[in-house]
């Protein structure tokens, strides 16, 4: 499965249209809506994140909504853990939804696999110590956007 986030922004003349659903209905793409604000004949913003079963079937929806005027940033983040301020309480599992934090039992040891991270920067905020870090490579898209 092919997971990425990228950042929408339609056009003020489009924000009345599906564009989502046929992602879904037409590239069988499922998605999870990070943050939106989409009004009427007004520029709209969505972060989003894609799943596709390949790459292709993404950029072939993503090619879709190009076409259409929508502008499709990727939301370039690195997220890694800071080990030594880490102390294990598993927060951040809660709230990721790429499986890339989770809890390994019996140990009960809380697991980062960047590989699986998709970096949508959830699990930032979450943490109690803030072991979690994220760097982008346009800081103004994650302080503007995302917090």
Do not use: W
């Not at 994140?49 to 370039?76: P, Q």
């Amino acid at each position: 499965m092919y997971t990425q986030i990228y950042i929408l922004r339609f056009p003020k003349d489009a924000s009345d249209q599906p564009y989502i659903y046929r992602l879904v209905k037409e590239y069988d793409i499922e998605f999870n809506i990070l943050k939106a604000d989409i009004l009427l004949q007004r520029e709209g913003l969505m972060i989003i994140e894609l799943k596709g079963t390949s790459k292709g079937n993404v950029k072939s929806g993503l090619d879709y909504l190009r076409n259409l005027g929508v502008r499709v940033e990727r939301m370039a983040a690195r997220i890694r853990r800071d080990d030594d301020n880490c102390f294990q309480c598993g927060a951040c599992t809660g709230v990721c939804s790429s499986g890339a934090l989770y809890v390994k039992r019996p140990e009960m040891a809380v697991v980062f696999d960047a590989e699986k991270c998709t970096g949508c920067g959830l699990c930032v905020p979450i943490c109690p110590v803030r072991a979690m870090e994220v760097s982008l490579n346009d800081e103004r898209i994650f302080a503007e956007y995302m917090i």
